[in-house]
């Protein structure tokens, strides 16, 4: 296989997985390979994995490029029952949380202290104004996260795509009122499980949201 941009070294990896906040499994899940060959690529200098196991690590924590040589996947939503969520404390134990608070409260400040205390950094909080919805926080584990996202609109964020998605996801959480379960898969490749929950509907309409890196079967 050809190689389509610059050779990454483990540590440039490694680091790169660090400013994200992604253990190693974390990135194994997401890039679709085990913990032991991300562990590996991590510890050398001139990593002797597979182009494309390379690249898609890179893509993982952000370096490389958002999509790959050749022609992009197919972008996938798939909706999933919260019901699938009732043995999986363990494998999404923040997505979890989330669900469990919401079937509790919908006060905002409280489903965010529930989450925040699973150590989620995958989190993000939308207020709706004036018929759009803007970030009010957004994790440190999401790439596009940060200081730099609070106040931005949805749309306005990350991989055109995949803000879409979530756009049409918090809509449909805000006007249901029920907990928005879906498996995504980016036209880059990334997957990840995501919840979305509508908070203070009544006062100050909004949605928390809790992701989780990789494709986990329930």
Known sequence: MEKTGRAFSGPELRAAAARMKMTQKDV???AGVSPRTVSRVFAEERPSARDGTL???ARVVGLGEPIAS???H???VVDLPCTALAGASEKLPHI???FEISMRTRDREKVLERVRLSDATRVTSVSLHDGDLYIDE???GIRWGGERAIGARVLDIGDAVVSRSAFE???KALITGDP???FVRSTAGLEFMVMSVAVDRDTRPGIVTVSALGRHFL
Do not use: D, K, T, V
Request: aromatic share 20%; no cysteine; net charge neutral.
């Open 28 to 30: 194994a899940h997401a």
């Open 74 to 76: 197919p972008f996938i």
């Open 180 to 182: 928005i379960f879906q």
């Open 55 to 57: 690249e898609q690590i």
């Open 138 to 140: 957004m994790g440190s």
């Open 96 to 98: 979890y949380a989330l």
């Open 169 to 171: 996801r918090y809509w």
């Open 70 to 72: 050749g022609l992009p």
